[in-house]
């Protein structure tokens, strides 16, 4: 059994996340699980809405309403506790009948970590108009010319040339190399 803190999604009734997550940190915190169950997050972000009159509301909307995303280790008492937490109807990927549930991989879970301010963006060291490499993805292997760093996002726009024209690409600052 894999002993890694590892995030798991949980499904829940659709409005019903909030009282999930004080239920499950009741009961990590009743049932000690505290070495086992490390984090209960319900990814949301600020949305800005604008009204009929023309004024604009922020509101923070859930990113996936009717799950809660949850970081644990994998025990058979810790899944128990998740489980059985009033709520809870389920762990996605586990097709029930006692199987464990399949952890996010990386990629999927870092993205929404990024979003929801959980997890560091790295600064790229770059200026504007440097020249890279775009190292993955379907431009793989294309030279570009940097137009705009986003550090907040870790997203820089690139300009490529394709079919004679530049054409500019958002790519993550993972997906390239300062050449």
Do not use: H
Request: proline fraction near 5%; charged fraction near 25%.
């Amino acid at each position: 059994m894999e002993n890694k803190r590892l995030w798991y999604i949980v499904q829940t009734y659709s409005g019903f996340e909030n009282s999930v997550k004080e239920n499950l940190k009741r009961r990590i915190e009743t049932m000690q699980m505290e070495t086992l169950i490390f984090e209960v997050m319900i990814p949301e972000e600020l949305k800005t809405e604008k009204k009929a009159d023309g004024s604009t509301k922020e509101k923070m909307v859930k990113m996936f309403p009717g799950y809660v995303f949850i970081e644990m280790i994998v025990t058979d008492d810790s899944w128990f506790v998740v489980r059985n937490t009033p709520g809870v109807t389920g762990f996605l990927g586990s097709s029930g009948g006692g199987t464990k549930p399949i952890p996010l991989l990386p990629e999927e879970i870092n993205p929404i970590l990024k979003k929801c301010g959980m997890l560091s963006v790295q600064k790229l060291n770059a200026q504007i108009g440097q020249s890279i490499k775009v190292a993955n993805g379907p431009f793989s292997g294309q030279i570009g010319t940097i137009e705009a760093i986003n550090d907040e996002k870790g997203i820089v726009k690139i300009l490529v040339d394709m079919f004679g024209r530049k054409t500019p690409i958002d790519l993550d600052f993972a997906d390239i190399e300062i050449i």
